[in-house]
């Protein structure tokens, strides 16, 4: 199936995630009839990453994820773009890994595989199963795919969300005095927060704060006797010095709770290419028994998760021929060795 319709055919099937089967099932089928070895990996009830190689020494492997942000918006097109829920991130990716992994092996190259995971966008607990997989132990270089405009990523940033909760006393707001506002509180918090400078990295660049969400209160004429806020930190430090610097802010006045984090990533690099550090997250630092790490793909992770969501057409042509050459150069290399 020719890339732009194979992208258009994996846009049309609804993935966001959680309901990632449908896809996989089709990938399966589509890898199959094209003679890949293909096996569905179990992550949870109604989800399975896809997992397909040629021979028995799959070295290089290319990855992006199956699931999408919601909402699912149908693809459609023009003579110079694709658009649509997918288009960019990362169903795109899957169809230019695709096709170039078949123009590979038209050159005799088999030592190949391809990896496409579920849950990416939420707590990437495909590629935690992923990392479990026998086959990871033959990989030697995973080229990721996310949005980098084609180029190649050398460092991602890290993600650390948490919550910082407050507790007060409710009481009638008639009688201020026999109350005590967990939201003013929180409230104090976050513009010490604000105004914290947190360690910044040369190589990764800069320590930002997002303060996502805010919650609390009952009604207006009560005293809030409890808030929160969701804060995402993206890290170009490891977590622990941000999370002193945190809790030093915070001190006794909340609690805070810890729900995700990972660290910046730092990806080998490779002669020819145009090189960045991008600022997102992926699945990469929880493929840490997938050999060494690489990141690329086509589209701008800017449009990724909007309405407008769109993929270039001739950069889909590009990042095909891309993953060629970076497979084969990443063989090559490791045969000099
Ligand atoms: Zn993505």
């Not at 194979?6 to 589509?30: C, N, Y």
């Not at 707001?173 to 604000?194: C, F, K, N, Q």
């Not at 021929?321 to 150069?329: D, F, I, P, R, T």
Request: net charge negative; with cysteine.
């Amino acid at each position: 199936m020719e890339l732009f319709e194979l992208t258009k055919q994996l846009m049309s099937i609804p993935s966001t995630s959680g309901d990632e089967e449908a896809v996989g099932f089709w990938l399966r089928d589509h890898l199959t009839s094209l003679g890949w070895q293909v096996e569905l990996q179990p992550v949870s009830e109604n989800q399975n990453n896809v997992i397909a190689w040629l021979n028995d020494t799959p070295r290089v492997w290319l990855s992006t994820h199956m699931d999408t942000v919601p909402p699912f918006l149908p693809p459609s097109e023009d003579e110079e773009k694709i658009y649509g829920r997918g288009s960019c991130d990362a169903k795109g990716i899957i169809a230019a890994q695709i096709t170039a992994a078949e123009r590979l092996r038209a050159d005799g190259v088999e030592d190949i595989g391809l990896l496409y995971t579920v849950e990416e966008e939420r707590s990437s607990t495909g590629a935690k199963t992923a990392n479990l997989h026998p086959l990871a132990a033959k990989c030697e270089y995973m080229i990721n795919g996310e949005p980098t405009d084609n180029d190649l990523a050398i460092g991602s940033k890290g993600t650390f969300r948490l919550k910082i909760k407050t507790v007060g006393k409710a009481a009638h707001s008639a009688y201020p005095e026999e109350g005590d506002s967990a939201i003013e509180r929180l409230l104090d918090i976050l513009e010490d927060v604000r105004h914290t400078r947190f360690p910044n990295d040369e190589f990764f660049g800069e320590t930002t704060v997002n303060i996502g969400t805010i919650e609390g209160g009952m009604a207006l004429n009560v005293i809030p006797p409890s808030a929160e806020a969701g804060l995402a930190i993206r890290l170009t430090t490891p977590r622990a010095p941000i999370e002193e610097a945190l809790r030093s802010v915070v001190r006794d006045r909340a609690e805070i709770v810890v729900l995700s984090c990972s660290e910046p990533v730092r990806m080998i690099e490779v002669d020819g290419f145009e090189k960045k550090v991008v600022r997102f997250t992926t699945d990469i630092p929880y493929l840490t028994n997938w050999g060494k790490p690489l990141l690329l793909g086509p589209g701008s992770i800017l449009v990724a998760h909007t309405k407008d969501e769109f993929i270039v057409k001739k950069d889909l042509e590009n990042a095909v021929e891309l993953y060629v050459s970076l497979v084969k150069e990443l063989l090559a290399t490791n045969e000099h060795e």
